[in-house]
């Protein structure tokens, strides 16, 4: 363990080690006690290891993260290392403590409330605010695959050189709140086996930590409205780069997954993906197509 590196954030306890010359954060599972489950501890590291490998499978920058155990009092725990990218002394600041420097803004930074978030991406000068407005949409996508319920705005943000003065998007990371970290094998084997069970868990919940006229936005209703142009360019950039395929190779190659898991997490995020992802894609698309004809044939309408 290094002492004087500490971290924030209230999802299990962390710990800063070296492994292979490299400093690593140690995420340690939640307890499950006073939680809705049957777990001892959550499976928060799995979720975060799972999301954020598939965050950078689909081209979407998250940390580097390795699942391994680490004995505490004598009893070994399963914990999520994710890789420290400020270890080159580049420092870090989330989008929260930069939504504070806007001074127009009624909000504070914690707000998440979706026009406060975009008003400061547009107002903001530490990075481009098309750049920033993208990764935004990007996360949410790919966020709505994983079912993350928790992605606020103290859990992504931006590095900051001060040998050169540059700022640069922080890769994602804090995806423990993903594929449903707290269900239990009774939970597990629903969803497997029961419809309903795995449709509530998809059009009813987890909805987003980002609000809309004070709701947390629904995953499903959000994305096939098609309201916001960005969302919708986001969809059509990311579902094509999502391969089932690739995915279930990856849930396969994970440590320390009971047979019942591997089932639960590839079930889980193919349905998010038929159920969400593909209806969005395919309406935004068809949006398009009718754009475009309409932009061709202005007065087609008269014509018929």
């Known amino acids: 363990m290094i002492l004087g590196k500490v971290y924030n954030g209230a999802n299990g306890k962390k710990i800063a080690v070296e492994y292979n010359k490299t400093l690593y954060m140690l995420k340690f599972p939640p307890s499950g006690r006073k939680r809705p489950t049957e777990l001892s501890y959550t499976n928060s590291c799995f979720s975060e290891h799972i999301a954020s490998s598939i965050f950078n ?19 070994k725990k399963i914990v999520c290392a994710c890789r420290d990218f400020t270890a080159d002394g580049k420092k870090f600041f989330d989008f929260c403590s930069i939504k504070n420097t806007i001074l127009e803004s009624d909000s504070n930074g914690t707000g998440t409330e979706l026009e406060d978030i975009l008003d400061t991406i547009e107002k903001q000068q530490y990075v481009s605010p098309d750049a920033l407005e993208k990764h935004f949409w990007n996360m949410f996508v790919a966020d709505a695959l994983l079912g993350n319920f928790d992605r606020h705005n103290g859990n992504w943000g ?102 019942l898991q591997r089932k639960f997490y590839r079930h889980y995020i193919k349905a998010r993906y038929d159920l969400l992802l593909v209806p969005a894609f395919d309406l935004t698309v068809s949006l398009r197509q009718f754009h ?10 008269q014509r018929q």
């Open 57 to 75: 499978l689909i081209g979407v920058k998250a940390h580097e993260t390795l699942l391994g155990t680490f004995e505490v009092s004598g009893k």
């Open 158 to 259: 931006f590095l900051f050189d001060e040998g050169t003065g540059e700022t640069s998007l922080a890769p994602i990371y804090d995806c423990g709140s993903c594929l449903l970290p707290q269900a239990d094998e009774r939970i597990m084997n629903e969803v497997l086996t029961n419809e309903d069970a795995l449709y509530s868990r998809i059009y009813q919940y987890p909805t987003s930590a980002v609000r809309q006229n004070d709701r947390k936005i629904n995953y499903h209703d959000f994305l096939t409205s098609a309201e916001y142009e960005g969302c919708n360019e986001a969809v059509k950039r990311i579902v094509p780069r999502i391969d089932i395929d690739e995915i279930n190779a990856l849930i396969d190659a994970v440590p320390y997954l009971s047979e």
């Open 292 to 301: 475009t004809s309409e932009k061709r044939s202005p007065n087609s309408c």
